[in-house]
């Protein structure tokens, strides 16, 4: 079937949300971590239990539910929700600015978990949304400005919120210009009327009973392939998860680069992940969604493998060998991430959108979550140079899953 552009509205009102989720995130993920690393008395495993802060991701389904079956179809089904959570996330970043590290570390930490209660929950209805609007056609290209724009929230609050908001701004007015950008996004939603649904409900009411919506839930697993589709969402992001927590702590403590230093590498990676992005829904536009995961999978490991060739000293430590590192690894990673959300959105049952693409990216997130948070401790148990092979080996291993979903296709919406 033909993939076409969704129109432009469409394209711009998920970027502007997904922006702002990665506000949070991305300070977590990277300032954060960028800020620890750099102390030489705080442990690996210390440092990349960092990853606990963003355990609310893992529980979305909780409240997906409650998404579907609640919401003003007069101000807006999903508006109705994420108006009001955007609120919350702007205040805790405010509240950021009222905690400096390292002074009030321990605070900190709780408003940073707070940042990503607010942002998780308000994922779940946007992905709703997201799943309303985009028809099968426009799945490649809407997640691509998805996940892209997702990703220049990441870069915002995280390498360049240390590279230069901090600099320039101080730690208070670093948060306070993350939080006016939440409000600016905030006033931009209100002014958006929500569309109606682009899908026509096949039950007799509108909205469905939580038993329905739990039955429709468990057919993901309960149908045919649709374990090895559980199984193929859950471990394409092991190995990276493994590889990329320590890579940026490796470059402060091994090779010695400062955290700015750190910072800009980063940044240059995450360009090269927007640019993988855009490009993943020009690849799913030309394929099917499975073929395209499979593809770009194959070759995201290629960049793994470069990371512990860096560790096992094949490779010289040079800036522009890091740079070429970070970018290809950025860029690859962008390409499978837009597959596989297309992917996973194409599975969906539309009528319980929000409910079924938050299982799927709740067994995404708790799939890679292990491998990124002991991470730190099996480097202080083996050393840099084992933890990088073994998230290659990771990666590779992932593409077994292939043949089953092949043999047995996943479950399509009912």
Avoid at 9 to 19: H, I, M, R, T
Avoid at 282 to 289: C, I, K
Wanted: hydrophobic fraction near 55%.
């Amino acid at each position: 079937m033909e993939r076409r552009a969704p129109a432009a509205w469409k394209l711009g009102l998920l970027s502007l949300l997904y922006f702002v989720q990665g506000l949070p995130f991305g300070f977590q993920s990277k300032g954060l971590k960028l800020l620890l690393a750099d102390d030489k008395s705080v442990s690996m495993t210390a440092v990349t239990m960092l990853g606990l802060l963003s355990l609310p991701w893992s529980f979305k389904p909780v409240w997906a539910p409650l998404v579907d079956r609640y919401g003003s179809e007069k101000f807006g089904r999903r508006k109705s929700w994420i108006v009001p959570l955007m609120v919350l996330l702007a205040a805790s970043l405010a509240a950021a600015g009222f905690t400096p590290y390292p002074e009030l570390l321990v605070p900190l930490l709780g408003v940073v978990l707070l940042m990503n209660v607010f942002a998780s929950m308000q994922d779940v209805p946007v992905d709703g949304l997201a799943v309303d609007l985009l028809s099968e056609h426009e799945l490649g290209a809407g997640n691509a400005a998805q996940v892209s724009a997702y990703k220049i929230g990441m870069a915002v609050g995280g390498s360049i919120f240390i590279g230069s908001l901090l600099p320039l701004l101080g730690w208070q007015g670093g948060f306070f210009g993350l939080a006016a950008i939440a409000v600016l996004a905030t006033v931009a939603m209100l002014r958006v009327q929500e569309p109606k649904r682009t899908h026509v409900s096949t039950e007799p009411t509108e909205r469905p009973t939580f038993k329905e919506i739990a039955r429709r839930a468990w057919q993901l697993i309960a149908k045919p392939g649709g374990i090895w589709l559980v199984l193929f969402v859950a471990t394409y992001k092991m190995g990276e998860a493994l590889s990329d927590s320590v890579f940026e702590p490796y470059l402060q403590r091994v090779l010695h680069f400062t955290k700015e230093d750190v910072a800009s590498f980063a940044l240059v990676g995450q360009l090269g992940s927007l640019l993988g992005s855009i490009a993943g829904g020009l690849v799913a536009a030309r394929m099917s969604l499975l073929r395209a995961v499979g593809t770009t999978s194959a070759v995201r490991a290629l960049s793994l493998v470069a990371m512990w060739a860096l560790a096992a000293g094949l490779l010289p430590g040079t800036p522009s060998v890091i740079y070429g590192i970070t970018s290809l690894e950025h860029f690859f990673a962008g390409l499978v991430t837009t597959c596989m959300f297309a992917f996973m959105m194409s599975k969906v049952d539309r009528s319980v959108g929000a409910t079924h693409f938050t299982l799927l990216a709740a067994v995404e997130v708790l799939g890679k979550s292990p491998t990124g948070l002991v991470s730190g401790a099996l480097v202080d148990t083996l050393g840099w140079a084992p933890v990088f092979l073994i998230g290659a080996a990771l990666s590779w291993a992932f593409l077994g899953l292939l043949i089953p979903l092949r043999e047995r296709p996943a479950p399509q919406a009912s």
